[in-house]
Antibody, heavy 120, light 107 residues
Framework: QLQLQESGPGLVKPSETLSLTCTVSGGSISTTSYYWGWIRQPPGKGLEWIGNIYYSGSTYDNPSLRSRVTISVDTSKNQFSLKLTSVTAADTAVYYC????????????WGQGTLVTVSS | EMVMTQSPATLSVSPGERATLSCRASQSVSYNLAWYQQKPGQAPRLLISGASIRATGIPARFSGSGSGREFTLTISSLQSEDFALYYCQQYNNWPLTFGGGTKVEIK
């Protein structure tokens, strides 16, 4: 059974960089059939796609966040990561990692999510 | 960016009744539309893709329909475990976008 688990600091100061890692277990990240992505959900609000990465390192990201987002992959550790720079309170959200099916770009497996609060 | 609009924001339904949720796209997304269910404190769960194809393990009481700009998720007979938030997502164009959600609550 595929599992995804987010990890990283739950509190980040304004203007600093948010860093999260997603560890994939029960399956290989090095597969041609899937992307690996990040989605966030501010408290009480809807879902926002941040971006995703292929095992080769090619990425797609949301233009609204592109200048601040870096997504990377470490196939040796079966992990992928998110960095979001210059954070503000508006970046406070539950951050999910998920698997996307490449042929239909839907999210079929999700991590449990991790709350990241931006506050001094 | 493709804007997805869901209605109503909240739907009050009695157990055993039918629930009909709507999702409208700002431009045609063909059949490239998925539905997710989210319960409090949990990650979303994929229900339907391709506008009408149920994901593995999803009960038959969930059905999707539509194409182009207008889509519907129908829950034929609401069970207690179906009271939740529902989101649509288009994957016809980048960036991937979600609707604002419909909360299905107990009447």
């Amino acid at each position: 059974q595929l599992q995804l688990q987010e990890s990283g600091p739950g509190l980040v100061k304004p203007s600093e960089t948010l860093s999260l890692t997603c560890t994939v277990s029960g399956g290989s990240i090095s597969t041609t059939s899937y992307y690996w992505g990040w989605i966030r959900q501010p408290p009480g609000k809807g879902l926002e796609w941040i971006g995703n990465i292929y095992y080769s390192g090619s990425t797609y990201d949301n233009p609204s966040l592109r200048s601040r987002v870096t997504i990377s992959v470490d196939t040796s550790k079966n992990q992928f990561s998110l960095k979001l720079t210059s954070v503000t309170a508006a970046d406070t959200a539950v951050y999910y990692c998920a698997r996307l099916v490449t042929t239909v770009t839907i999210f079929d497996y999700w991590g449990q999510g991790t709350l990241v609060t931006v506050s001094s | 960016e493709m804007v997805m609009t869901q209605s109503p924001a909240t739907l009050s339904v009695s157990p055993g009744e039918r629930a009909t949720l709507s999702c409208r796209a700002s431009q045609s997304v063909s059949y490239n539309l998925a539905w997710y269910q989210q319960k409090p404190g949990q990650a979303p769960r994929l229900l339907i893709s391709g506008a009408s194809i149920r994901a593995t393990g999803i009960p038959a009481r969930f059905s999707g329909s539509g194409s182009g700009r207008e889509f519907t998720l129908t829950i034929s007979s609401l069970q207690s475990e179906d009271f939740a938030l529902y989101y649509c997502q288009q994957y016809n164009n980048w960036p991937l976008t979600f609707g604002g959600g419909t909360k299905v609550e107990i009447k």
